[in-house]
């Protein structure tokens, strides 16, 4: 059975700057829906100005990993839907935030944290296979390089359970770009790439990274278990 994936954009950038738009036109969730589906892979496209910003209660329910991109309008995204989105990950269903997402409002709240950073200029960038061992990690070379935009330590987020990727910047900065968590149920990877105004989501290491972090993701599970505080009222022995 194919994974099913809902991959949410915010999907203004490409509406509004010239720059963007030229690169990936018909938006970077449309583009990556391109290269990433197949067989196993199933992707439905969502975006903040769709009714329902996008994601219905069906469509959450139908979803094994919800990916996401955000960027100038975090702000937007109700909180009822991002609680909403945070009890399914708990309940098994696994999440891929990239760039810029590590300041929405699914991230922090799923995570715990801030998000915050130090960013820059867009650059060269090597990145480094810290756990080539990892599933995400397969086929991924021990580095490679992209342009990208500069993002650094520190990183204020949790201590990761893994860190798969690490990134240096020619300005010398460097950046944990590539980690997991487990909450609840669910698995989370966060991975930096994917500034609009770069191709670096065009750069086939990172596709098979993303790709990766999708099977990773997906839930192990089909069980009935969804995490919910259980009230017994049968005693066990009898």
Same mark, same amino acid.
């Given at each position: 059975? /194919?994974?099913?994936?809902?991959?949410?954009?915010?999907? =203004?950038?490409?509406?509004?700057? %010239?720059?963007?738009?030229?690169?990936?036109?018909?938006?970077?969730?449309?583009?990556?829906?391109?290269?990433?589906?197949?067989?196993?892979?199933?992707?439905?496209?969502?975006?903040?100005?769709?009714?329902?910003?996008?994601?219905?209660?069906?469509?959450? %329910?139908?979803?094994?990993?919800?990916?996401?991109?955000?960027?100038?309008?975090?702000?937007?995204?109700?909180?009822?839907?991002?609680?909403?989105?945070?009890?399914?990950?708990?309940?098994?269903?696994?999440?891929?935030?990239?760039?810029? /997402?590590?300041?929405?409002?699914?991230?922090?709240?799923?995570?715990?944290?801030?998000?915050?950073?130090?960013?820059?200029?867009?650059?060269?960038?090597?990145?480094?296979?810290?756990?080539? &061992?990892?599933?995400?990690?397969?086929?991924?070379?021990?580095?490679?390089?992209?342009? %990208?935009?500069?993002?650094?330590?520190?990183?204020?987020?949790?201590?990761?359970?893994?860190?798969?990727?690490?990134? &240096?910047?020619?300005?010398?900065?460097?950046? =944990?770009? @590539?980690?997991?968590? =487990? =909450?609840?149920?669910?698995?989370?990877?966060?991975?930096?790439?994917?500034?609009?105004?770069? %191709?670096?989501?065009?750069?086939?290491?990172?596709?098979?990274?993303?790709?990766?972090?999708?099977?990773?993701? /997906?839930?192990?599970?089909?069980?009935?278990?969804? @995490?919910?505080?259980?009230?017994?009222?049968?005693?066990?022995?009898?």
């Amino acid at each position: 059975m /194919a994974i099913r994936v809902t991959f949410w954009h915010e999907f =203004r950038h490409e509406k509004t700057v %010239e720059k963007v738009k030229s690169i990936y036109p018909d938006g970077l969730h449309a583009y990556l829906k391109s290269c990433l589906e197949c067989d196993d892979i199933k992707i439905t496209l969502a975006a903040l100005d769709d009714p329902n910003q996008g994601i219905t209660d069906e469509l959450l %329910e139908n979803t094994d990993v919800l990916m996401w991109w955000g960027h100038m309008a975090h702000h937007e995204v109700n909180d009822e839907l991002v609680e909403k989105i945070r009890k399914r990950v708990y309940a098994g269903m696994g999440f891929l935030p990239l760039h810029s /997402a590590h300041h929405s409002k699914p991230f922090k709240r799923i995570i715990g944290c801030t998000g915050n950073l130090t960013w820059g200029r867009n650059q060269k960038a090597i990145v480094w296979n810290l756990a080539p &061992w990892h599933p995400i990690a397969k086929d991924i070379p021990l580095n490679f390089q992209i342009i %990208e935009e500069l993002y650094s330590e520190p990183f204020y987020i949790p201590k990761p359970d893994e860190i798969i990727f690490a990134t &240096w910047f020619e300005d010398g900065n460097i950046f =944990r770009g @590539g980690v997991t968590y =487990r =909450r609840g149920l669910g698995k989370i990877f966060y991975f930096h790439t994917g500034h609009e105004e770069v %191709e670096s989501l065009k750069d086939q290491n990172v596709q098979r990274v993303i790709k990766n972090g999708i099977y990773w993701c /997906a839930p192990e599970s089909t069980g009935s278990y969804n @995490g919910d505080n259980l009230h017994q009222t049968e005693p066990i022995l009898k």
